[in-house]
Nanobody, 125 residues
Framework: QVQLVESGGGLVQVGGSLRLSCAGS????????VGWFRQAPGKEREFVGA???????TYSESVKGRFTISKDNAKNAVYLQMNSLEPEDTAVYYC???????????????????WGQGTQVTVSS
């Protein structure tokens, strides 16, 4: 079964940290780019960052310097380390994989064809 499963969300205070995980099956992350997106209530889904099949990370300006994406090809997992969390980071976070091997990451969620179910991150002030 081809699927992505996120985990690691939760409630954290301002300035705290969380690490989200995205476990993949049926799509090998050593060959596919993976993106992280988030969606807050009443807002559109927005790009957070992505990691290329080769392991290069790119980030939105709003999280650059605070969030880091990494991956473990042996575990077929991608991680989103979130530090210095702010209330504005509160959202459901999704990981998504591109549909063709060796494609570059993309900031457009429409360019990803496989999505996880999402995990809630709540930052309290």
């Amino acid at each position: 079964q081809v699927q992505l499963v996120e985990s690691g969300g939760g409630l954290v205070q301002v300035g705290g940290s969380l690490r989200l995980s995205c476990a993949g099956s049926g799509r090998t992350f050593s060959r596919y780019a993976v993106g992280w997106f988030r969606q807050a209530p009443g807002k559109e889904r927005e790009f957070v960052g992505a990691i290329s099949w080769g392991g290069i990370g790119t980030y939105s300006e709003s999280v650059k310097g605070r969030f880091t994406i990494s991956k473990d090809n042996a575990k077929n997992a991608v991680y989103l380390q979130m530090n210095s969390l702010e209330p504005e980071d509160t959202a459901v976070y999704y990981c998504a994989a591109r549909g063709k091997a060796f494609e570059r990451p993309n900031t457009n969620p429409g360019e990803y064809d496989l999505w996880g179910q999402g995990t809630q991150v709540t930052v309290s002030s």
